[in-house]
C-alpha cells in the first residue's frame, strides 16, 4: 500500500522560499508515476499546483505558480520536492502531495485531480 508523506511546510515571510518534499513508501515494485502537489484553502476548492511524470520527468504547472515554483523528483530516494520562492500570502494553504501508479495519463490526471494516493498534507503560512 502506497504511502506519502509530506514534509517541510512552515510559515514565511511574502518574498520567502520554502521547499517541501514528498516521500513515498510501501510500492513494492518499481514503477512509473504520476505526482503532482495540491493545495486547498478552508472553504475553497482544492486547487492542482505542479506536477511531475516520474520516469520523464516532464512537469506541470498552475498558472498561478508558474515562474515561482519548480518541482523535481529524487527516483533512487522516492521524493518529490516543490521548491517554492517569492512566496505570496496568496500561497497560504495546506499542500498535499499525491500519486498516480502509471505516468502516461498524467497531465490529464494532474488537470482533474485524479490520484490514487494522497498524504496528509504539510501546511504553509505566508505572512
Known amino acids: 500500500h502506497v504511502q506519502l508523506v509530506e514534509s517541510g511546510g512552515g510559515s514565511v515571510q511574502p518574498g520567502g522560499s520554502l521547499r517541501l518534499s514528498c516521500f513515498r513508501s510501501?510500492?513494492?515494485?518499481?514503477?512509473?508515476?504520476?505526482m503532482a502537489w495540491f493545495r486547498q484553502v478552508p472553504g475553497k476548492e482544492r486547487e492542482a499546483v505542479a506536477g511531475i511524470w516520474v520516469s520523464v520527468g516532464s512537469t506541470y504547472y498552475s498558472d498561478s505558480v508558474k515562474g515561482r515554483f519548480t518541482v523535481s523528483r529524487d527516483n533512487a530516494k522516492k521524493t518529490v520536492y516543490l521548491q517554492m520562492t517569492s512566496l505570496k500570502p496568496e500561497d497560504t494553504a495546506m499542500y498535499y502531495c499525491?500519486?498516480?501508479?502509471?505516468?502516461?495519463?498524467?497531465?490529464?490526471?494532474?488537470?482533474?485531480?485524479?490520484?490514487?494516493?494522497w498524504g496528509q498534507g504539510t501546511q504553509v503560512t505566508v505572512s
Open positions: 510501501g510500492d513494492t515494485y518499481s514503477s512509473d508515476y504520476c
Open positions: 499525491a500519486a498516480h501508479r502509471g505516468g502516461g495519463t498524467c497531465y490529464s490526471r494532474f488537470q482533474r485531480g485524479q490520484f490514487d494516493y
